[in-house]
């Protein structure tokens, strides 16, 4: 989550603008991504973004563990270390194109792969104690 205004900065400026830490599920629906214009839709209907429930202002997020479950079963374990881009790289990015503004959440995706899920699964998101 993002703490002040953020614009242009660099990826060691980009660490200070960040907040603090949550867990989010960014659901796609394949199927209408492949087949819509855009993906408004495949990302934000209605349940597609959960977030929450607590923010974390103080997380290491190099030594914090990624755990998804989708209806008990572990789907994903691993460090968010090994994430492609850390979160004050994609901050930083971010930042060149848009203000981003206290308050605002970038989903940064996760490590490892992800598989489809249906309808009626039940997804459990945790990160070192932030559960959702």
């Known amino acids: 989550m993002i703490g002040r205004k953020t614009k242009g ?11 603090g830490y949550t867990c989010g599920i960014d659901v796609s629906e394949r199927e209408w991504q492949k087949d819509d214009l855009q993906w408004w839709r495949a990302k934000g209907a209605d349940t597609f973004g959960p977030l929450g429930p607590a923010i974390a202002v103080s997380l290491d997020y190099k030594a914090s563990r990624l ?20 979160p004050a790289a994609v901050v ?15 989903y940064t995706g996760t490590p490892g792969t992800t598989r489809p899920l249906k309808p009626g699964d039940v997804v459990e998101v945790e990160i070192d104690g932030i559960a959702f």
């Open 67 to 86: 755990q998804t479950r989708v209806n008990g079963e572990v789907r994903q374990s691993q460090f968010l270390s090994d994430l492609l881009f850390d």
């Open 92 to 106: 930083s990015h971010a930042s060149r194109w848009v203000t981003l503004l206290p308050g605002d959440v970038i």
């Open 9 to 19: 900065v660099s990826a060691e400026e980009a660490t200070a603008c960040i907040f």
